[in-house]
């Protein structure tokens, strides 16, 4: 089945710095999704990429659609301690009738203010 | 915030008894999904739904069954709880299709089951 590799696991950063994280995936992927976590809380939606080499920024974050097809990257500008909580990849093929998502096992992202 | 409501949103309950959980929308979407999640193992489907008394298994069904009787609610019971279903469970929803916004899952607060 279709795998995410998402890194790092973790990172402990100082409020101000940028942050880089990615997912790679052994298969291709049309749709890739990014969400945050917070601690007691649902995923939420951060990111959507929809196309091959697609840049998308939402404030201070922007993801890329790898032009491979089997990669996401997600950069957080400035971080803030807010952005503290765990970050997942979510992958979508979209073949056949399959919608459901392919999940990285997410970053645990602590900033120190 | 999409409209999605879990309840219970805690509960403790004892091994061999029957648990259900129910996931409700407000968004008329026809895709639901029941997740858990387990530390090391990120977000793991269990079951999910596209359509009403339309269901399908995730990766993790065993022990768990599903119905969605109206497109607004899905609930997820567990037949005899074990300790290994001690969890968080979250369901999700998405309007569903082949590519695009259309799979956009949106989660909803989640509900912690301990099974003792």
């Known amino acids: 089945g279709q795998q995410l590799n998402q890194s790092p696991q973790s990172m402990f950063i100082q409020e101000g710095e940028d942050v880089s994280m990615n997912c790679t995936s052994s298969?291709?992927?049309?749709?890739w999704l990014w969400y945050k976590q917070d601690p007691g809380e649902g995923p939420v939606l951060l990111i959507a990429?929809?196309?091959?080499?697609e840049l998308t920024s939402n404030g201070r974050l922007t993801a890329q659609f790898g032009i491979t097809r089997k990669d996401s990257f997600l950069n957080i500008s400035a971080s803030i301690p807010s952005d503290v909580g765990i970050y997942f990849c979510?992958?979508?093929?979209?073949?056949?009738?399959?919608?459901?998502?392919?999940f990285g096992k997410g970053t645990l992202l602590t900033v120190n203010p | 915030d999409a409209g999605i409501t879990q309840s219970p949103r805690h509960k403790v309950t004892e091994t061999g008894t029957p648990v259900t959980l129910r996931c409700h929308q407000t968004?008329?979407?026809?895709?639901m999904y029941w997740y858990r999640q387990d530390p090391g193992h990120g977000l793991r489907l269990i079951h999910y739904?596209?359509?009403?008394?339309?269901?399908d298994k995730g990766e993790v069904s065993d022990g768990y069954s599903v119905s969605r009787s109206k497109t607004e609610d899905f609930l997820l019971t567990l037949e005899s709880a074990t300790s290994s279903q001690t969890s968080v469970y979250f369901c999700?929803?998405?309007?569903?299709?082949?590519?695009?916004?259309?799979?956009?899952?949106?989660f909803g607060p989640g509900t912690r089951l301990t099974v003792l």
């Open positions: 298969s291709i992927f049309n749709t």
């Open positions: 968004e008329n979407h026809r895709y």
């Open positions: 739904s596209y359509g009403v008394k339309d269901t």
């Open positions: 979510a992958g979508h093929y979209g073949g056949g009738s399959n919608y459901k998502l392919t």
């Open positions: 990429l929809y196309k091959a080499g």
């Open positions: 999700a929803i998405s309007e569903g299709g082949k590519r695009g916004a259309l799979n956009e899952q949106f």
